[in-house]
């Protein structure tokens, strides 16, 4: 079997594939080895390759080119593709996104600090940097190869790490995987604390059995469910399932607007917002004035 991860910076994409390795068997391959390996071959360092690759995106294909006959070569094996774009080009398998907060993925890497471009000064720089990295990380793709790695349609299962374990993403990576959970792509499981208020009223008297959410550029915001979330956030529920009506310009099922224009909160819904959940959010979309 092939399972497609990528994910968010600092959503855990390294953790979780040597835990998906010592439990379930898998390997994991990743752009990071055939990058090693091709600098190697060229003589220069992987930062060196790097920053060639951000002037010269024929190296993009080169990278990209490998992943596709790796896989073509290795078809009887379990391997996790570890992978910004393994869900584009890794043919058959089940494409998995990660989901972090950005202020829970700055402090990870902060406390870290494991590499040149994780330096930060502050937890507010790390956000912001890491902010700009997937923002250009995600327009370079769609320059690359025409393909938008934040459609979260482009994935069988999306699980936001920001407050749920490594263990309890595996979890539920392995239900999935084994036909235990089957339901209609994408699978969100969302942190509640990780979803944002629409500015919009939710009806009185319409229940909900699962959560009801909105993807707007790159966070997601309540449409139904607010009981639901409340609740979780009281007895600090790590994940809720959770159903993407529309995402951005797509038109919300039933009704004549799209996403992004019902989405219009601000800091005063926000704040409300905090006291009914009990908890601070620590970054706020740009749009939410």
Request: hydrophobic share 40%; net charge negative; proline share 3%.
């Amino acid at each position: 079997m092939f399972i497609a991860l990528n994910g968010q910076l600092a959503s855990g994409k390294s953790t979780i594939c040597r835990i998906l390795e010592r439990r379930y068997g898998f390997s994991t391959f990743s752009t990071g080895q055939i990058q090693r390996a091709l600098a190697n071959e060229m003589g220069i360092t992987t930062l060196e390759l790097n920053e060639l690759g951000m002037k010269d995106y024929s190296y993009d294909y080169i990278i990209d080119g490998r992943l596709s006959q790796y896989a073509k070569e290795h078809t009887d094996e379990d391997i996790i593709f570890d992978s910004r774009m393994a869900w584009h080009f890794v043919e058959g398998a089940y494409k998995i996104h990660l989901l972090v907060s950005p202020a829970i993925a700055a402090e990870r890497v902060y406390g870290k600090r494991e590499t040149k471009e994780e330096t930060y000064k502050s937890l507010q720089e790390a956000m912001e940097d890491l902010i700009k990295r997937r923002q250009v990380e995600a327009e370079r793709y769609k320059i690359v190869y025409n393909a938008n790695m934040m459609d979260f349609r482009n994935y069988d299962l999306i699980i936001d790490t920001s407050t749920l374990t490594p263990e309890g993403i595996c979890d539920i990576i392995h239900r999935h995987i084994s036909g235990l959970v089957q339901d209609a792509c994408p699978s969100i499981y969302l942190s509640p604390q990780n979803i944002y208020p629409s500015g919009m009223a939710e009806p009185a008297g319409d229940p909900v059995d699962t959560v009801q959410v909105l993807k707007v550029e790159d966070s997601m915001y309540l449409y139904r469910g607010a009981a639901k979330v409340i609740a979780a956030n009281r007895i600090q529920v790590p994940v809720l399932r959770a159903v993407m009506l529309a995402q951005d310009d797509e038109i919300i099922p039933g009704s004549n607007i799209s996403a992004g224009k019902y989405v219009k909160a601000t800091k005063a819904d926000i704040a409300v917002w905090e006291k009914e959940n009990g908890f601070t959010y620590g970054y706020l979309p740009d749009r939410i004035r």
